[in-house]
């Protein structure tokens, strides 16, 4: 039981640091998360379109899963609703048509502009606990872990 106590009460820095960061996330996540609830929509899906203006408006399935993180068979079930709701547009690939791109509508980017300005304002009204100067050194470490 002792050597368990180790794993679960004397942590070691770079483990304490891991769930800081991890709670720190989940926070900022469920902060987000909630604004998109409030409005009816679903933030999974929201970040479907973001990535795709990300990207120019057009993505192949397989890209857009590895850049949220799901695998391919979830990317198909996030992609019928939002096709259903006229959001995205799915197509051959021009040059490859055995190959599908999945493009963002012009619906999708209207929801964009009409919810992401008070998303953005939630999240930064969270980040105000950090100055300027430590959101920019925040920055740099977290790219420096990627």
Do not use: C
């Amino acid at each position: 039981m002792k050597e368990l106590h180790e794993y679960v009460h004397d942590l070691p820095m770079h483990t304490r640091v891991f769930f800081s960061l991890v709670e720190a996330t989940a926070n900022l996540v469920d902060v987000s998360e909630k604004y998109w609830q409030s409005k009816g929509l679903n933030g999974a899906r929201i970040r479907i379109l973001v990535e795709l203006m990300k990207e120019g408006g057009t993505m192949l399935p397989s890209m857009l899963a590895k850049k949220i993180g799901v695998t391919k068979p979830n990317i198909s079930l996030l992609l019928i609703p939002l096709e259903n709701e006229d959001l995205i547009r799915r197509a051959s690939h021009p040059k490859d048509g055995r190959k599908t791109v999945i493009s963002i509508t012009s619906e999708g980017q209207s929801l964009l502009l009409k919810y992401l300005p008070e998303n953005r304002q939630k999240i930064a009204e969270k980040m105000k606990v950090l100055e300027e100067q430590e959101m920019k050194q925040l920055l740099v470490l977290l790219n420096k872990l990627r």
